[in-house]
């Protein structure tokens, strides 16, 4: 027969007890030697205080575990090892077993907490639509500016420090006179309300594909997505700046926010472009990405040019006061808005079928639910 100094294990209650004794047999119990696992704990010290309950073992085919709810066959099985404990120490072999009850504990708290708490799906929305909304609004909402004030206030909107003759209202002039002042305005808040979230969801995008990249590209891309980000959101900043500020209020301040804008604009899309072009370097690309590669470079090109004519005949009016030079500022500040807008309406190609969700639930169960759900292609 062989001893080792250890705990006595008994089994009482459908548990196993663990306290600190003199010895384990670990022969098979014969007639002359009656086992020590016979259903009752007298064997055990009745003096010690350093005692664990764990849930009963499995004993190969499950049946001797208990779940959560007291049921068979659920909650965490040890091996048939563990019935004759090996370990060194008593501290030790206590402390495994600490760990086992702890996981099993863990365990059934999670489950509980996710039967308790169902995920809760508040809000639903195809990102297709609100991107579409959110493009269209101030190209819809300039249409109508334009229009009326044309038609309702035409000597109001060409007024000029050079008087002289003029057919063409600029974007501040349509937009600087009531009634119009306070529709536009509120087509811009609804505007930017959605593009600070989307130019989030475009930094997302874009980090998702870093992984195609060779390890030397992905620190000089990160920073160019994050440069993209911050672009982004200083053109989003500055076309609220010149909304609010008219020049009409405050001209000097109205055009330096508006030259920030025009910096900012322009360096967003070259750096989409670029990184375009890294992260699609080698990929086969569907039809919808190609039409919107082919889009963002050909509205940049059209903005580089129309920047240059906006700058050649903002200097004619400006300083030599020439007829209808402010009629092409403003025909070539229409391209430039025009242009703007249609480069962020690209973003239709970029996330054709997606959702944005609002959804309340605790975070395993969103993990889950999320990794269970569909991909949409």
Known sequence: MQNIQSGTISEKAGDIVLAESDAIDLDPPTAS?????????????????????????NNGNGSGSSGCDGSPGHGRAYG?????????????AHKEREKELQLQRDD????????????????????HEICVVTALLPLVTLFTCFVTAYVFQYDDVHETHCRVYNIIPSI?????????????????????????????????????????LTPSLVPKTSMLITLILVLNCIE?????????????????????????????????MLATIKL?????????LNSQQIQSIKWKKILFVVSILSTIG?????????????DLAFSWFAFFEYLIAIANMLFHFT????FPSQFMMIVQGPRENLSQYLSNKPKIE
Not at 192 to 198: L, V, Y
Request: with cysteine; charged share 15%.
């Open 108 to 127: 059934c708290l999670g489950q509980q907490h996710q039967e308790n708490n169902p995920i809760a799906i508040h809000y639903l929305a195809c990102f």
């Open 33 to 57: 030697s009656p086992s020590k696992f016979s259903g009752s704990s007298s064997n055990a010290n009745p003096t010690n205080t350093n005692t664990i309950t764990v849930p009963a073992v």
């Open 172 to 212: 501040s002039a349509i937009t600087g006179v009531s009634p119009q002042r306070y529709f536009w305005r509120f087509s811009i808040a609804l505007h930017i309300g959605p593009r600070i979230p989307i130019a989030f969801v475009y930094k997302n995008y874009y980090r998702s594909q870093l992984a195609r």
């Open 347 to 350: 973003i239709i190609w970029d």
């Open 80 to 92: 048939a090892s563990q019935k004759n404990p090996t370990v060194s120490t008593k501290q030790e």
């Open 236 to 268: 989003i900043a500055a076309l609220g700046g010149v909304t609010y500020i008219s020049n009409r209020e405050n001209y000097p301040v109205h055009e330096r926010i508006f030259i920030t804008f025009m910096v900012c604009s322009l360096c967003y």
């Open 276 to 284: 375009n072009g890294i992260l699609n370097e080698g990929q086969k």
């Open 310 to 322: 906006l700058l050649v005949f903002f200097a004619k009016h400006r300083f030599y006061c020439h």
